[in-house]
């Protein structure tokens, strides 16, 4: 058996109860290099094989798993943040139905989830903004024109970038394109959560050369929006003159 997990966005203690367990009890531990925090794999029982997937080859991981089946052995295949949000799972998983090997998978809290967290953020303020575009910038992987930043940009939507690090200057240059203002606020999360987890606001205009002098060129998110700003409407869930299921409005 195969478990996709989680293992959150970088806090040893953000790894779900479930996936610490799953951890706990695999034979074989596949996970994704620097991403996933080296504490998780102290959770590894005594004689579990670990291997570091930034050194190995879709083909390669395959092997791994179709060796440890044949054995009757658990693998764990451990994923950064959640799996679903630029994991490459996909492939893997079929991969493993083309090998009618068994396998789950455990979600996991997204470095997007700990990002908010850290910058003590709400993506969706009423008002402000009720939608949040999770994506990236285009460099040597290609992006459907579609869902190019200057598209997305012209909803004024939140934004949230993954792997557009090293490409501020295309993030600033595509978002302006796309109508959004020089002055729209932007946080920079450097590996949220972790211990050297570093945060950093600036404006849209100054992005490249804020995240240049903050040295900051991977493992960070770029959070983009008007959310980031102190003006907002307040939700209706707890306006005294709203009725709801459980509570009648007053008059006010």
């Known amino acids: 058996m195969v478990h996709f997990v989680g293992a959150g966005p970088g806090a ?18 596949i996970y994704a290099g620097s991403l996933v925090n080296p504490a998780l794999l102290e959770h590894a029982k005594e004689g579990c094989r670990i291997y570091n997937s930034a050194y190995m080859t879709l083909q390669e991981v395959t092997a791994v798993m179709e060796e440890a089946e044949g054995e009757g052995l658990t693998t764990v295949r451990l994923h950064t943040g959640d799996s679903s949000i630029y994991g490459a799972v996909r492939e893997q998983m079929d991969e493993l139905d083309r090998k009618k090997i068994a396998y789950d998978v455990c979600p996991g809290v997204s470095s ?7 910058l003590r953020a709400e993506y969706t303020l009423p008002e402000v ?8 910038a285009e460099g040597r992987t290609p992006v459907p024109e579609r869902e190019s930043l200057k598209a997305l940009a012209a909803h004024q939507s939140t934004m949230i970038l993954f792997l557009s690090s090293g490409l501020a200057r295309k993030v600033k240059a595509d978002l302006l394109e796309g109508g959004l203002s020089p002055e729209t606020p932007v946080a920079v999360v450097y590996k949220a959560t972790w211990p050297e987890e570093k945060i950093v606001r600036t404006t849209l205009d100054e992005l490249p050369e804020t995240m240049e002098k903050e040295q900051i060129r991977k493992t960070a998110l770029i959070i983009v ?19 709801t299921e459980y509570r009648k409005g007053t008059k006010q």
């Open 129 to 136: 903004s009720q939608t949040i575009i999770i994506t990236r």
């Open 112 to 118: 997007f989830c700990g990002a908010a967290a850290s």
């Open 12 to 29: 040893e203690d953000l790894i779900t109860v479930r996936g610490l367990k799953l951890l706990g009890q695999a034979d074989i531990i």
């Open 225 to 243: 929006g008007r959310i980031l700003e102190g003006e907002y409407a307040k939700s209706k869930l707890y306006d005294p003159a709203f009725t």
